[in-house]
């Protein structure tokens, strides 16, 4: 059974790189956003199960990451969301760990801890 | 009228005049009232003068005889009471005393009034109007001659004990008076019991001298030079006898009465402004040189108060009154709150150095000069009688240190009830004592100095406090930079950070390839194998050697490939392996080569052949990835660590504060610590400084601090420039030399309250006599140093509620040791909010 990630993320290359971690994961179904906007609509279509969110998105202010976060929990109480940020704000972190994310970074930090994460996921998922 | 007794209705009009004056300064003092005695018994003397010789009856004559010799013996009792309360302002006499003084005037009354005993009668004698004494004449003179003489011993005798002011008033009184009563005593006590009596009218007169006298020298306590005063005397002297004398001449000697009237008007007129104009003339001449010093030192005054450098100011106060006044030695010392002692600032004299360095502002000198608030002679502290708890002992303690300090004259200064400091002066260079009009001008100069420093001092405060102002705001606004910049950096780093671990894991994921390799040998090796093995079963083919040496090879393929395979494998263990595969793989090709040449089969020999090529092939190609390898590990390495570096910066720089710190935060002192560090390396880039290396030794679990975190930042910067600027002015150039050594731990591990920071570099130590000093401000030993450094790193230390001293280390360098509060949980709400 394949499980759906999306990954939204404003920076193209970021995003691409991300991507690129996943790629080969035969059990992952990726699909990317680059604005909160079009976020929303790959959540109401797609009902990805492991979101990668970034606070800060191509439409800010308008729809940041958190507006997705809270959007995202009215529809979905079960999507796993990882937060990726570049902001420094401890309310963010604050409101994201209410908002039931699965965990928290801070870039620069390294891959492996995202996909760590994501690998956690996966084996709970297989076992569930 | 007869002359005389104009003249002695004159006098009476001077002694009720001076008794007025006296009578309208205030009665509180018992010396006014004991001048008034004098004064009034004066005016009934020339009184009782005057009616005597104008009474024409004899028994009208006598009775004013009676009355003119009371007065006469009520004046030396006068002044042997004057001796017991003068120049002391509180009485020192009880009553009872006064009025044993006095009582023998009650019985001369009785036996004038009463008896013929002393003037019998009146009469003219050798020609003019006198008296004849009966036989107690001799009890009156030996009243008068006690009286005086008592109290003239007891004024020589408080002459020679008191000093400096009160010791100048009483030669004023001694002289004056032995004028007055020697003129006098001779017309109207010597020449009587000679029965002469034609000078008898002059007694009142001669005593003019002797009452100005009195007057200056008592009453209006005006510490003018006795010759100042006998000029002002010969003036009005001179003045009102031209002015009286002139009319008086005319109308006696040429009967003109009418036009001797009129001349009195016009002369009595201008007699005042003819005085005083010759007055001001004749102190001009004799004061010259004291109103010259004195304007100077009115002028300095007002200027004193433009003048915001402290030292400067001060430097200018006693430069001025050494030269201006001509004194031997000037001294300014300045309370200082923290130590609570008065600190001798700046000193200027020749021969005199006063080595009192300090004083503690509980000590008598002290103690004295706070009750006194005004400029005070030194010797005349003794003479001072209302200093509240304050024993003789210690105001004898207080002079002996008053001396020490070469002081003649202490002048306190006062802003409000707070005692700033004091000047002290030595002797003037001509010897001359200091005057009223010296302590008035120096009272003017000191309470503007006063003034003048108070406003220095708050220049300096406010500059100390506009420079933490500016290097708050600066790293606040490097904060707030930071902040948004810091979003930016952070994707772009993410970036790069990303982009590295990416080729490393493409690196690693080379490993799959290795299966596929491993897999081909062994199918090859096995095939071989298998071919051998036939070869086996015919005769003198199979080497054992060869099938070793095959083995061989496929376990040093299975082993090196299964590391390289294995997901996890570190770095080290990736090359490692690598090389042991290459070192082996060359040893048995060689031993295989070897082997193979006896086998005479010709397709066992090109199997064998195709192995050792593969293998080496292999081996070559693995060299080659591992050489790859390395040096992208290396880039990774270098990239991943320049990526750090710069979110480290970042992460510092987004630490500080947004806006100026107000109030309390809990600080880790390694985040601190390396603030500081970042912001001196990069303030020291240019001038290669900042390749010096630091050894931190930071406790483990060490708790975080209570402070502020931009003014404790400011500390740790300036003691790091100072220790970098100290290394390079020693000659410590390289990185070899530097060394800055920072060790943090607690006070008490059990119950830690404090954090203590040592702080130490390489280079030459302080001198002990300044390890205190390089926190004053203003000190410094740089030649271009602003000597704030230390004194502002102090005071932020000290805001947050911690110490700070220096020590030195010896065979290494000078230490500063800062000692700050734990932040402790539980009460970080009840501090903020006592804060706040």
């Known amino acids: ?128 | 009228m007869d002359y005389k007794i104009i003249v002695l209705f004159i006098m009476l009009i001077l002694f009720i005049a001076l008794w007025l004056i006296v009578f309208f300064k205030g009665q509180n003092k018992i010396v006014n009232r004991t001048f008034n005695i004098f004064v009034i018994n004066m005016a009934i003397w020339s009184f009782g003068l005057a009616m005597f010789y104008k009474s024409s009856d004899m028994k009208a004559s006598l009775f004013w005889t009676d009355v003119l010799y009371l007065a006469g013996s009520l004046i030396p009792a006068a002044f042997l009471l004057l001796s017991f309360v003068f120049p002391s302002e509180e009485s020192t006499i009880s009553h009872f005393r006064q009025i044993l003084i006095f009582a023998p005037n009650v019985i001369l009354f009785g036996l004038f009034f009463f008896t013929p005993i002393i003037v019998k009668e009146v009469a003219i004698v050798n020609g003019a109007k006198g008296f004849i004494y009966g036989p107690g004449h001799i009890i009156w003179d030996l009243q008068f001659d006690t009286m005086f003489t008592w109290a003239f011993i007891r004024f020589i005798k408080k002459y020679r004990h008191y000093t400096g002011l009160a010791k100048t008033r009483l030669r004023y009184v001694i002289m004056g008076t032995l004028v007055g009563v020697i003129l006098a005593g001779v017309t109207n006590v010597i020449m009587p019991w000679f029965n002469r009596f034609e000078l008898l009218w002059l007694g009142p007169p001669l005593t003019l001298t002797w009452l100005i006298c009195i007057v200056y020298g008592i009453v209006k306590y005006r510490l003018m030079d006795i010759n100042v005063a006998l000029t002002r005397v010969g003036i009005f002297t001179i003045v009102y006898v031209f002015v009286l004398g002139i009319p008086f001449f005319a109308g006696y000697k040429y009967d003109l009465w009418q036009v001797a009237t009129w001349i009195m008007l016009f002369l009595a007129t201008s007699g005042p402004f003819i005085y005083l104009y010759l007055q001001r003339r004749a102190e001009d001449a004799l004061l010259r040189d004291q109103r010259r010093y004195q304007e100077t030192l009115r002028k300095a005054s007002k200027g004193m108060t433009l003048i915001k450098d402290l030292n400067k100011l001060l430097k200018l106060i006693v430069h001025i009154l050494t030269k201006t006044i001509r004194i031997v030695y000037a001294g300014i010392y300045l309370y200082d709150e923290k130590k609570e002692v008065f600190i001798l600032k700046m000193s200027r004299g020749g021969e005199a150095r006063n080595t009192i360095a300090n004083i503690s502002k509980n000590s008598p000198f002290i103690r004295c000069l706070f009750q006194i608030k005004n400029p005070v002679p030194i010797e005349d502290m003794k003479n001072i009688n209302n200093l509240k708890n304050i024993e003789e002992d210690d105001v004898n303690e207080a002079i002996n240190l008053a001396r020490d300090m070469h002081a003649t004259l202490a002048i306190p200064s006062f802003v409000e009830d707070e005692m700033l400091g004091f000047l002290v002066l030595g002797d003037k260079i001509s010897g001359h004592s200091y005057t009223d009009d010296d302590l008035a001008v120096l009272s003017i100069l000191t309470n503007q100095a006063a003034l003048a420093i108070e406003n220095a001092e708050f220049y300096e405060r406010a500059k100390i406090a506009e420079a933490e102002r500016i290097q708050s705001e600066k790293f606040a606004t490097i904060g707030r930079l930071a902040t948004s910049a810091k979003h930016e950096i952070n994707n772009p780093l993410q970036m790069i950070s990303w982009s590295f671990q990416h080729m490393s894991m493409v690196l690693k994921d080379t490993k799959d390839n290795y299966k596929n390799i491993r897999e081909r040998l062994n199918e090859t090796i096995n095939n071989t194998k298998e071919m051998i093995a036939k070869l086996t079963q015919r005769k003198n083919v199979l080497a054992p050697d060869v099938l070793n040496s095959l083995d061989k090879i496929s376990a040093l393929f299975d082993r090196t490939f299964s590391i390289l395979e294995r997901k996890g494998a570190d770095d080290a263990e990736f090359v490692n392996s690598i090389n042991e595969f290459c070192a082996g793989i060359d040893n048995v090709q060689k031993e295989l080569l070897k082997a193979s040449e006896g086998l005479k089969d010709k397709n066992a020999k090109e199997a064998i052949e195709e192995i050792i090529h593969f293998s080496g092939s292999v081996s070559k190609n693995m060299e080659k990835a591992r050489d790859i390898y390395n040096v992208l590990r290396s880039s990774i390495e270098t990239g991943e660590e320049n990526a750090k570096r710069i979110e480290n910066q970042t992460q510092i720089m987004h630490d500080l504060p947004r806006r100026l710190d107000t109030e309390l935060t809990a600080i880790d002192i390694d985040k601190l610590l390396e603030a500081s560090f970042s912001f001196a390396r990069q303030q020291t880039y240019w001038e290669n400084l900042s390749d010096t290396p630091i050894e931190k030794h930071i406790a483990k679990g060490l708790p975080k601090i209570k402070g502020y975190f931009s003014r404790l930042l400011v500390v740790f910067l300036n003691l790091t420039m100072n220790a970098y600027q100290a290394m390079t002015d020693a000659g410590l150039k390289t990185s070899w030399d530097r060394l800055i050594k920072v060790t943090a731990t607690v006070d008490d591990p059990t119950e830690p309250s404090f954090v203590e920071i040592h702080f130490a570099n390489k280079g030459p130590l302080i001198p002990d006599a300044n390890l205190e000093r390089i926190f004053e401000r203003g000190f410094t030993t740089k030649k271009d140093g602003s000597g704030l450094g230390l004194h502002i790193s102090r005071i932020q230390v000290e805001i947050n509620k911690g110490t700070i001293y220096a020590r030195n280390i010896n065979g290494f360098g000078p230490e500063f040791v800062i000692r700050l509060p734990i932040w402790k949980e539980g009460v970080e709400n009840e501090t903020k909010a006592s804060d706040n």
């Open chain 1, 1 to 128: 059974m394949r499980l759906k990630l999306l990954i939204i993320e404003d920076e193209p290359i970021l995003l691409d790189q991300t991507e690129a971690f996943f790629d080969l994961y035969p059990r992952l179904e990726i699909f990317k956003a680059k604005t909160g906007e079009k976020a929303m609509e790959i959540i109401y279509k797609e009902k990805p199960e492991i979101i990668i969110l970034d606070l800060k998105l191509g439409d800010y202010p308008a729809m940041d990451g958190m507006t997705v976060f809270e959007k995202l929990r009215k529809f979905d109480q079960k999507a796993e969301v990882i937060v990726m940020t570049a902001l420094r704000d401890d309310s963010f972190e604050v409101g994201a760990l209410r908002l039931g994310a699965r965990a928290y970074f801070k870039k620069p930090f390294n891959s492996e801890l995202l996909r760590n994460e994501v690998d956690k996921i996966l084996k709970e998922r297989s076992l569930a």
